[in-house]
């Protein structure tokens, strides 16, 4: 990302407001039975940390990474509100790399990056959870989304071959103008 893009987050993140609401994800609590183990998460494109601090509230040390400080900072504050602590990191996901089978769950939510799939699966520990959730090509009919910014049908199914898929599924709700997939996903531990 450049620059521009860095000041059009920040811009959209002004405000008293949380765009996206200071509640969690419906899938990610859909699903909260799964997120027992704890350890080390990411969340990518943390936005406000909604995400981040129900993660962190189930016991895991999480990194929320945004390329906007705006963002960031909102979500520091709601996790002092909360009592939460969450580590924020100002980063580009356009040119970031990670370590190599570091943590126990990865979150991803309203946002695709194709070229981060190969990192994501590099970057979760055998055993670890994947939760990912973005629009797809559906919502092209609700927005002006280009196209590459939007899954094709069962997308992340092949993107993540070879995991585990816990739970998954393709959701258009016209009566919210919104259409996603979201997918749970265990990365396969490799016999010895």
């Not at 521009?4 to 994800?25: A, C, F, H, L, V």
């Not at 990518?44 to 705006?70: F, M, T, W």
């Amino acid at each position: 990302m450049s620059q521009k893009d860095k000041e059009k987050w920040n811009q959209k993140y002004t405000g008293p407001d949380y765009i996206s609401g200071r509640d969690p994800s419906e899938w990610l609590v859909l699903n909260r039975d799964l997120l027992a183990g704890g350890g080390r998460a990411l969340d990518l494109a943390a936005g406000e940390g909604r995400n981040s601090i129900y993660a962190a509230e189930r016991g895991y040390q999480v990194a929320a990474l945004d390329i906007s400080e705006v963002a960031l900072a909102k979500a520091e504050r709601l996790a002092n509100e909360k009592n939460i602590k969450i580590s924020t990191v100002i980063a580009d996901l356009d040119s970031i790399s990670f370590e190599t089978d570091a943590y126990d769950l990865i979150l991803c939510f309203n946002f695709l990056d194709r070229n981060l799939f190969p990192s994501i699966r590099n970057a979760l520990r055998p055993g670890g959870l994947l939760f990912y959730e973005t629009f797809t090509m559906d919502y092209l009919k609700y927005s002006s989304f280009k196209k590459e910014w939007v899954l094709e049908p069962n997308e992340l199914l092949r993107a993540f071959a070879g995991f585990r898929i816990l739970r998954y599924r393709e959701v258009d709700r016209p009566e919210e103008e919104k259409a996603f997939a979201s997918l749970v996903a265990r990365k396969e531990c490799v016999p010895s």
